[in-house]
Every structure is written in C-alpha cells, then in structure tokens.
C-alpha cells in the first residue's frame, strides 16, 4: 500500500510537472503601442489605428487580403470557401467553411451570424464604415452554411468591401446580444487570436485559438501593452521588455532602430495620407480666400523631410498614391507664402486670424500638426492646438466640434471608397448618414455618383478625377503627406510571409508566425 501511495504521489507529481512546462515554454509575443488605452475592439467602430491591428489578429471576413498584401487583385476566400454570381452581378451567394468556430465559447459560426454582420456593418447607427454598404439591398441567410447579398447597384469592389478589413470583418451574433456595450472590451471574432484579459490603461492579452481552422497558432499569447510615451516605449524595446514596436514614423527613429541588434525594421504600405479637412461652414474657413491661404502656407516637401524620405512620401492628390482612381497629377495648390498673404488681406485679415481646433496627442499627428501650426503662422494664420487624448479626439470630431480636422487614413485601395467616405454630402458628420466628411463639402456629389453608377472602368476613372480636381480646386481638405507604415520587430519574431502592406496598418499576427 505504502508503495502504491508513493507511486501515485510520484506520478501525481510528474503530471503537475507536465502541466507547468506548457506555461513556462509558452511563447509570449509582447508588442508595444502608442496609445493611452483601447478605444474599441468592436470591429464595426473602431476607426483608430491603435484598435485596427489587435482586430487584424482577432477577425476573418468572407473573404480575405492574401497577409502582406493589399492588392484586389490577391483577395482570397477566408470565411467563405467559394461563391457564384448572377448574370447581371447584383447577387452574390457565398458558401461557408463548415466547423469554423465562434472564440470563447460562443459556438460554431453560420450563415446567421454573417447576415447579422454585414446587416450591422451597414447600419449607420452602430457602425463607422456603413457608407460602405449603403449599395446593399439584402444579406439572407439561406442556410445555415449559404449566404446570399443582393445589391440594389454593384459597387466598384464587392469583394473588398467583404474582406477581413472595418466593416468585412465577421463578429459573432450571441456574443454581441450577449455582451451589449462590454463587446467594446470583449469583442468575439473567429481568428487566431481571442481576448483574454484587458486591464485598462496598460494592457490587452490575446489567447491563442488552438481550434483556428487554419490551424493552430505557434504563438500562445500577444501582450499589448499601451505605452503613449515615445521614450518609454522605446526604452521597453531597447531593455527587452517588448519585441514588437509601433514605430515613430520619423527617419531618425527608423535609423536609429536599425542600427540596433537582432532588430528589423518594417516599413510598408498603405501610405497612410494626412489631410487637412477644412470645414467650409464655419467662419472664416467660409470664405475660399482664407481656404486657399492655408493650402498655399503649407509646405509639403517641408513636412515630408520633417518625417523622412524612408517613411514618408508627398501626397499627389486628395486621395492616397496607387489607388484605383486616384489622379497623380491633381491641382494641388503650391506652396506659395506671399499669395497666402495676399488673399487673407483680400478677405479682410490682414492683421491675420485665429482657429482653435481638436487635435489628438497621438504623437505621430501631433507633431505633424505643430510643423503645419509653424508654416500658419508665418503667414498670420495662428492655429491654436487643444490637445486631447486619441478616443476623445475621435469623439469630439464626430460631433462636428472641430472646424478643421486633421485626419490621417487609409482605406479599400479604391477611390470611390475615399471619395464617398470623406467628401460626399451623404458622409458629412452630424447628419443621420455621417461618415468623415468633415468639410461639408458637396461638390463632387454628381461625379463620386456617377462613377458609382458605371460599369465602364475608363468612365469611372474620368469621373473620379473630375471628382478630385473640384474637391482639390474649392480647398474642402489640404493634403499634408503620406506616411508609410513604421514598425519593428527583435529577429526572431518572424511574421511567416513577406510584409509589403497591410490595411489593419500594422503586421498581421497569424498561425503561421513564430516567435524563437
């Protein structure tokens, strides 16, 4: 008896031995990020770009960008598994993976929980990213393992506006009923990697999904610690505390990080562009004269020299480089300071004026808004900064609080999308339809319109250059730069394909990566 006691004692203990090798050999990703807190992880709200990569790792769409990519051209099946179209391209019907599962515990994802979504995603009063969808005539679920989306007018992408990107991205219908606004916090998606734990004000801890359908992945948890202080935050890495890091997107911090060991630094697309949204009802951005001031003070090359040639490049238009659409040569005004001068005394400031506007402490806009702050001024134009935290900013903005709105984004590589989101009349904030038109701006209503409306590819290109040289003529928005991705990471992080672009705006954490 005595040595069957033993026996058991021994074998107890070389369980419980098992048991803690698993914890201490677990490999911890432990990724840095510049921002107070979590804004929201609900993927049809969020728009800031600390939020998009945590989503990026936590959510599929129907369909997907192939990881390090953000070519239309390389979508792929995700969710789905294959899908038909109808002759005349208004009905799509999707098929589903079968036994993709809901993380934590929410059950097996169906047909019911994609119509729920892309229903949500359309909904201007719950979602950021509803214009999107404003083409969609139905979402049917039609059974448990077929969706079927009719549309009242084909949109310029179907299939981008389904991928793992804003609105695309699947959440789980029980968790949403379920959790009401603690899915902010909590939210439930089908990807890789599940929330745990989330400590406000300094951490979010992500699960690995061992029942992820693409299999399994070899990272067990992801860290993501909110550190807004640039030198803390860069301490963290140097000290070993952190292996991935959101980068200052300036040249000299790229360098600097470069020169450090075992370190790569990753810059990549989209250029994420910055402009300047100028609200044309509000006093003294009212008259074009004082618009156009400010588009002639401000001086691009200047600001893309301020960042750095390896991280920054100049815009060309309203819209980012390389989109579908986008005009390379838009009439953008030159930086001309003398004219700047000339037509503020012709609109009555010669003494020069003053605007007080929203701005996040967000450090990479921050300081791209105290250059512009700098360029005003030299001209007489003194823009007084108030200064508040990223969630605020994004709140107050929506509001319509801000008569100018420096704004950086990126989105569907598509023009029409840019266009419908922050210059149609349809997008203006503070109506029932808002988006991000923070100019109010109309303009370009007929063109953005019509170019939806053509199935000729030549037409809708014409339109939406037509569409961009009004906008850029009548100063609804004055393009600062663009800004290329930032990030770095210790060598032996591998992220398991190669990192030219990612829309989440930061590198996909997948079941593919590995961390030595």
């Known amino acids: 008896m005595r040595h069957f006691a033993s026996m058991v004692a021994g074998l107890l203990g070389a369980v419980l031995l098992a048991a803690a090798l698993p914890a201490a050999a677990q490999k911890v990703l432990n990724v840095g990020m510049a921002a107070a807190d979590l804004g929201s992880l609900d993927p049809h709200r969020s728009a800031t770009t600390p939020d998009k990569a945590v989503i990026g790792w936590m959510f599929n769409g129907l369909v997907r960008f192939k990881p390090g990519t953000m070519n239309p051209d390389q979508i792929e099946p995700d969710l789905a598994t294959s899908w038909d179209t109808s002759a005349d391209g208004l009905t799509w019907t999707f098929h589903l993976r079968k036994g993709v599962q809901c993380n934590n515990g929410y059950g097996e994802l169906t047909a019911d929980d994609v119509a729920f979504s892309l229903k949500r995603a359309g909904d201007p009063k719950i979602s950021a990213f509803s214009s999107d969808y404003a083409d969609v005539a139905s979402v049917d679920a039609v059974d448990p393992a077929t969706v079927r989306i009719s549309f009242k007018r084909r949109p ?56 992820y359908f693409r299999g399994a992945p070899k990272i ?59 609200n044309i009802t509000k006093k003294p951005l009212d008259d074009l004269r004082v618009r156009q001031a400010i588009a002639y003070a401000v001086n691009r090359d200047e600001l893309v020299k301020f960042k750095g040639a390896l991280t920054a490049r100049a815009p060309v238009s309203i819209i980012p480089h390389d989109y579908l659409g986008t005009d390379e040569n838009a009439p953008l005004y030159p930086y001309d300071p003398a004219k700047a001068k000339q037509l503020l005394t012709e609109a009555g400031y010669g003494n020069g004026v003053k605007i007080t506007l929203i701005q996040t402490q967000l450090p990479t806009m921050l300081n791209t808004m105290q250059v512009v702050q700098a360029q005003l001024r030299k001209v007489g134009i003194d823009l007084q900064l108030d200064v508040v935290d990223h969630p605020t900013f994004h709140a107050q903005i929506r509001k319509d609080l801000s008569p100018i709105v420096m704004y950086s984004a990126a989105r569907l590589p598509v023009a029409d999308v840019y266009l419908t989101q922050f210059f149609h009349s349809r997008s203006i904030v503070g109506t029932p339809t808002a988006v991000t038109n923070f100019s109010h701006c109309s303009v370009a209503d ?57 829309l989440s705006l930061g590198p996909l954490i997948t079941e593919q990566s590995t961390l030595q």
């Not at 009923?177 to 929330?195: H, Q, Y």
């Not at 997107?249 to 562009?273: C, I, N, S, Y």
Request: proline share 5%; aromatic share 8%.
């Open 156 to 211: 310029p992408s179907v299939l981008g506006i389904l991928t793992n990107y804003q609105g695309g991205n699947i959440v789980c219908k029980k968790a949403v009923e379920k959790l009401g606004d603690d899915f902010r916090t909590k939210s439930v998606g089908t990807g890789p990697f599940a929330i745990e734990e989330y400590t406000p004000n300094q951490s979010l801890t992500l699960v690995a999904n061992k029942n």
């Open 220 to 278: 067990d948890r992801i860290v993501y610690r909110y550190i807004p202080s640039d030198a803390t935050r860069d301490l963290a890495y140097t000290s070993g505390e952190i292996d991935l890091i959101y980068g200052r997107q300036d040249q000299v911090w790229a360098e600097r990080m470069k020169a450090l060991p075992h370190t790569v630094v990753d810059v990549f697309g989209p250029g994420e562009l910055s402009d300047m949204n100028l």
């Open 446 to 502: 007929a063109d953005i319109d019509g170019a939806r409306a053509s199935t000729d590819p030549g037409k809708q290109k014409a339109l939406w250059k037509d569409a961009q040289d009004k906008l850029v003529k009548d100063v609804c928005a004055v393009p600062l730069y663009e800004q290329l991705q930032v990030w770095a990471h210790r060598d032996k992080l591998d992220f398991g394909y190669k990192l030219d672009a990612s």
